[in-house]
């Protein structure tokens, strides 16, 4: 059950009581109400909408505290023993900055009902629900981007369940619970690394809503059409999971111990749908920035930060390189980056009128070359399985459809398979084994079917429920994949690379200019 001891102050939970040090950016909690349920009370929700929301209250007040549930008891729990308090670190060479957040009302573990999760949606003070639970929490499948109705959790939610295993159960029945009593409005704001993610929550919720007995579907279905909205969001900022380092570090900026501090990146970016049904803090205190189409923003995240960051994992796990910035400071994964940045997914998209393509870039790079930071290879070549589908399909297709093969797109879903499904005998050294993945099970059957990279590549998109099916009607695309894989695991990525790099140079260039004719400002 949600704690109601009082713990034994800590040294942070005594800072809240006092003045926050000098040059330390934070809060000092009022009488603060809840108007935000959060699920996923996880290292990115706490830099970043905490942060934000933490700069609206300051600036502007209103009860805009945040419940939070988690499906871990560790933060939680240190949470409550901090009087719901942590810092966020800023991480990077020159900064020292250090914030503390304090929104959060209340927190939930995992050893507490999500029936509490559910009545706190259905309060009449909760006007947005919002959501960092990774593509995997969204219990979706990836091929009819509809609710997958082969989860055991899935199902127990549509059968009634009075403590909802998931977040779509969670919210369904929450809103349900708003229209039995009072009927008021509520927003849900997704803000996970998904493509036009509100759109995707909005059509989770209903289908799960359809699934229903009709008794209960109808009416329910016009409640959220008329009373419920689901923006569209982009989030955006590289945090790490803490340890002992960035314990030290906090300390030392505090002056008061904190058991669980965030590492983060100075970086932070937020771009947000307007369309609120029962208000919002005003987020553009912190930075936020709020546009009708977030889409173009989406894309060139999820495509240039994104998609790059995959190719600086996989081919700096399976060179033997820990980190992102050890990766990035390879020449061979340099030229990759640049090229697969700048030929591969830039003509793919349209670059929004307030950003400056070559100066977002050279910002990459910068990001990326954080050493101080040290964001681990196995961290960001994690989930890839969830990561990749949604950041190669469209650019896979767009070459393709021109007669041009991307080939360090190829070499990106190469390298994710020699660290995920490597076949028998190819040993893609610890920092691919460390890599964690949903499928991982999944892709290790099918490489334990397989004896040669081709045979292993076709596996995975024609019956590996990963890829887009799409992408299997491509054969020069796949086999081209396969051939990477083959060259990584004979003669070593740094050969793979290399053959990316000739090939590249060798594709027509009257091709990759009508490519890029479509990269055009809005």
Request: charged share 20%.
């Amino acid at each position: 059950m949600l704690s109601t001891q009082t713990p034994a102050p800590t040294d942070l939970a005594r800072l809240s009581q006092a003045t926050i040090p000098p040059g330390v950016r934070g809060h000092n909690r009022p009488s603060l109400g809840t108007g935000i349920v959060h699920i996923g009370l996880g290292i990115f929700h706490r830099a970043h909408l905490a942060v934000y929301t933490a700069k609206a209250v300051n600036a502007d007040g209103g009860d805009w505290g945040i419940f939070a549930s988690s499906r871990r008891d560790e933060t939680p729990s240190a949470m409550r023993d901090q009087d719901l308090l942590y810092s966020v670190v800023d991480i990077a060479p020159g900064t020292e900055a250090i914030t503390v957040p304090a929104v959060h009302t209340a927190v939930l573990g995992h050893g507490d009902p999500s029936a509490l999760v559910v009545a706190e949606i259905g309060k009449a003070g909760t006007k947005i629900v919002t959501l960092t639970i990774t593509e995997a929490g969204y219990t979706f499948s990836p091929g009819t981007h509809q609710l997958d109705l082969d989860s055991a959790l899935v199902q127990g939610d549509l059968a009634g369940a009075t403590s909802p295993a998931t977040a779509i159960g969670q919210i369904v029945r929450g809103l349900q619970l708003r229209m039995q009593t009072h009927g008021t409005p509520v927003t849900v704001l997704s803000c996970d690394n998904l493509a036009d993610n509100g759109d995707l929550t909005a059509d989770l919720v209903r289908h799960f809503a359809e699934l229903l007995p009709d008794d209960e579907s109808a009416a329910l279905l016009e409640y959220i059409a008329s009373s419920v909205t689901f923006p569209n969001s982009m989030v955006d900022r590289i945090v790490l999971d803490t340890d002992d380092r960035h314990r030290a570090m906090a300390a030392a900026r505090l002056g008061a111990r904190d058991t669980i501090p965030v590492p983060a990146e100075p970086f932070t970016m937020w771009v947000l749908q307007d369309r609120f049904a029962a208000g919002r803090p005003r987020w553009e205190v912190g930075g936020a920035i709020f546009t009708d189409d977030v889409t173009p923003y989406d894309v060139l995240k999820l495509r240039l930060l994104n998609g790059t960051h995959s190719l600086l994992a996989y081919l700096g796990a399976l060179d033997g390189q820990a980190t992102i910035p050890d990766a990035r400071f390879q020449g061979f994964i340099e030229q990759a980056a640049n090229t697969l940045l700048r030929q591969e997914y830039l003509p793919t998209l349209t670059v929004p009128a307030e950003i400056n393509a070559d100066e977002y870039i050279n910002q990459l790079f910068s990001r990326w070359s954080n050493s101080v930071l040290a964001d681990p290879t196995s961290r960001v070549g994690s989930n890839g399985s969830g990561k990749l589908p949604q950041r190669i399909t469209e650019p896979v297709q767009h070459h393709i459809a021109r007669g041009v093969m991307p080939e360090h797109i190829c070499l990106t879903v190469a390298g994710f398979l020699a660290c995920l499904a490597p076949l028998d005998g190819h040993e893609p050294g610890p920092f691919a084994r460390a890599m964690v993945d949903p499928a991982k099970g999944r892709l290790a059957a099918l490489s334990a079917e397989c004896s040669t990279a081709k045979e292993l590549v076709w596996a995975v998109f024609s019956r590996g429920d990963i890829f887009a099916p799409v992408l299997a009607e491509q054969p020069g695309f796949v086999d081209r994949v396969g051939e990477y894989l083959e060259l990584i695991m004979r003669s070593g990525v740094r050969t793979a690379a290399a053959e990316a790099a000739r090939a590249s140079l060798n594709t027509d260039p009257a091709a990759h200019r009508a490519a890029g004719a479509s990269t055009k400002r809005t």
